[in-house]
């Protein structure tokens, strides 16, 4: 399946349905208390951009963000792929959109939280695969069984 990436504004109405149908995957994997979500509002602030996967007839088929905390440091948010596309390397294709806009923008430590209950081996394996080690808890989030947490330092090219 061909997929394309870019960046878009998820205040869309497609890219809200895919929120909204991250939100219900998640919704049973943990308790609320454990679920860090963006809305859509807050990943259209600027220190958040989007990349949405779209296929071949333009449906949005996965998303995911990078937000900056800091010169140095930035967040993975929102990660997704729709079950269709599972197996088809599209959060691959988008960790690698992010990583390389972190890359652009002089970030060289990317953080992520995720959950860690049935149903988040694949997404494990995802962030391991790419390059994401397992970490200790980071910014406000507690440490707690349903969270699991990843780093990855990104290599700066030589500035000439």
């Avoid at 205040?11 to 963006?38: A, C, G, I, T, W």
């Avoid at 209950?117 to 994401?132: C, P, Q, V």
Wanted: charged share 25%; aromatic share 6%.
């Amino acid at each position: 399946m061909a997929v394309t990436i870019a960046i878009e504004t998820p205040l869309q109405d497609d890219v809200r349905e895919l929120v909204s149908e991250l939100n219900v995957h998640l919704l049973p994997l943990s308790p609320l208390e454990f679920q860090f979500k963006m809305t859509v509002e807050q990943m259209a602030g600027a220190d958040t951009t989007l990349f949405v996967a779209r296929n071949e007839v333009g449906e949005a088929v996965g998303c995911g963000a990078l937000k900056v905390i800091s010169d140095q440091q930035g967040e993975v948010k929102r990660m997704y792929t729709r079950p269709s596309v599972r197996g088809q390397r599209v959060g691959s294709a988008l960790l690698e959109a992010i990583t390389e806009l972190a890359r652009q923008k002089g970030i060289g430590h990317l953080l992520l939280e995720t959950g860690t209950g049935d149903g988040m081996a694949e997404a494990h394996r995802l962030y391991t695969r790419s390059g994401f080690n397992p970490r200790g808890p980071f910014l406000d989030y507690p440490d707690s069984e349903w969270s699991a947490f990843f780093e990855k330092h990104i290599d700066q090219p030589a500035v000439a």
